[in-house]
């Protein structure tokens, strides 16, 4: 597609759910970023992807976040037993490989996630 | 570790004049830095980078921002703001040149008045 597709836009859950949001990136963007966006706060890295590798999660706040990509294509990101401090805009981005395009990060529009 | 300040967390102007946000960087060497705006549901758009050269970096809108190494900044500028750039900007730089991932500020609200 043109762009970085996030879904869903918004997300709504209980205390103690799991979930899932979804990232599709750029076709030919083998990196892949994650980021959280807590309100009034900017964007915490979470996850690197080159590929279907993950060389950098150290931005992953707790072993309830898990992230998964297939390939250079879907990425999906997994909160377990969610806490309400989990609540932000999580943020997916993606581009060409390190080194290839400075100007090539595509943000996507974002995942909402509410946990109540 | 790299990191970015945004002092400013809400700054108000009025449509048609000049606007100046701050960005101050903590880096050692010379640092990969950008500006990026983010309207309400949208995604991150980027304005505008500086890598080398030329220390006065034009953008997209209208924006410019000049990268001073003797203060470790690197301000965004505008001559007349528009209400539409009403908005929330971040500063970012390249925290790591093996994944190149990108440390943010915390952002600055803009709010134009008429």
């Known amino acids: 597609g043109a762009g970085v597709s996030q879904s869903p836009s918004n997300k709504v859950t209980e205390k103690g759910k799991d979930v899932e949001l979804r990232c599709d990136p750029i076709?030919?963007?083998?990196?892949l970023y994650w980021y959280r966006q807590r309100l009034g706060q900017g964007l915490e890295f979470l996850i690197y992807?080159?590929?279907?590798?993950?060389?950098?999660k150290s931005g992953l706040p707790s072993d309830r976040f898990s992230a998964e990509r297939t390939g250079e294509s879907v990425s999906t990101l997994t909160i377990q037993r969610t806490q309400q401090e989990d609540s932000a805009v999580y943020l997916c981005?993606?581009?060409?490989?390190?080194?290839?395009?400075?100007?090539?990060?595509?943000f996507g529009s974002g995942t909402r996630l509410t946990v109540v | 570790a790299q990191s970015v300040t945004q002092p400013d967390i809400h700054i108000t102007v009025s449509e048609g004049a000049s606007l100046e946000l701050r960005c101050n960087y903590s880096?050692?060497?010379?640092?990969?830095l950008f500006w990026y705006v983010q309207s309400p549901g949208q995604g991150l758009q980027l304005l505008l980078k500086?890598?080398?050269?030329?220390?006065l970096v034009q953008g997209i809108k209208g924006f410019e921002a000049e990268f001073k190494r003797s203060q470790s900044s690197f301000n965004l500028r505008k001559p007349s703001v528009h209400w539409s750039d009403a908005a929330e900007y971040f500063c970012?730089?390249?925290?790591?040149?093996?994944?190149?991932?990108?440390?943010f500020g915390t952002g600055t609200r803009l709010t134009i008045i008429p």
């Open positions: 981005a993606s581009r060409f490989p390190p080194g290839a395009d400075y100007y090539g990060y595509t």
């Open positions: 076709s030919g963007h083998t990196a």
């Open positions: 992807f080159q590929g279907n590798s993950a060389p950098d």
């Open positions: 880096y050692g060497a010379t640092p990969y």
């Open positions: 500086y890598f080398s050269g030329d220390t």
């Open positions: 970012a730089v390249i925290s790591n040149f093996g994944n190149e991932k990108l440390t």
